[in-house]
């Protein structure tokens, strides 16, 4: 038998654990919302299957988050509105599209200028109602970019 009264009841913590992790929260976080006493925390740490459990869990809500945040930044994208892209780009590299530090003369936030040519005319293109386009999207801009490279 497990550290908990019963295996029964071990088993029911560790989904409920994992629940929280779906939900966003970090392991020592869920394991004191389902009143895991320290042993009983230890003894979960060292469960390496349960361990692993929480790492893919985890890992695939990211997953999800990070394909939902590039869906908007898409549509922001389309909208003519940098800021998603910016906030990516900071997270991803901060020491290049970061803010400015004071050593670097200050704290201005860097600014990146995306300029799409005939991104006005794409979208006007795209929205008309009779149109058989797909929805405009970053990847679609260059793709069609790249089209008309080639025929040249």
Request: charged share 35%.
């Amino acid at each position: 038998m497990g550290i908990f009264r019963s295996e029964s009841s071990n088993d029911k913590r560790k989904e409920q654990i994992i629940r929280c992790v779906k939900l966003g929260m970090d392991l020592r976080t869920s394991m004191y919302t389902v009143a895991c006493s320290d042993e009983e925390m230890e003894t979960l740490e060292k469960d390496e299957k349960f361990m692993r459990r929480v790492t893919v869990t985890g890992a695939i809500l990211e997953m999800n988050l990070i394909e939902s945040h590039d869906s908007a930044m898409d549509i922001q994208l389309a909208e003519g509105k940098t800021g998603a892209v910016q906030w990516k780009l900071e997270r991803i590299n901060p020491s290049r599209w970061g803010k400015a530090t004071k050593d670097e003369g200050g704290d201005a936030p860097r600014v990146m200028i995306v300029e799409i040519p005939g991104l006005e005319k794409l979208m006007e293109e795209r929205h008309e109602p009779d149109s058989d386009s797909s929805p405009l999207t970053p990847f679609s801009i260059l793709q069609d970019e790249e089209d008309a490279d080639s025929d040249d």
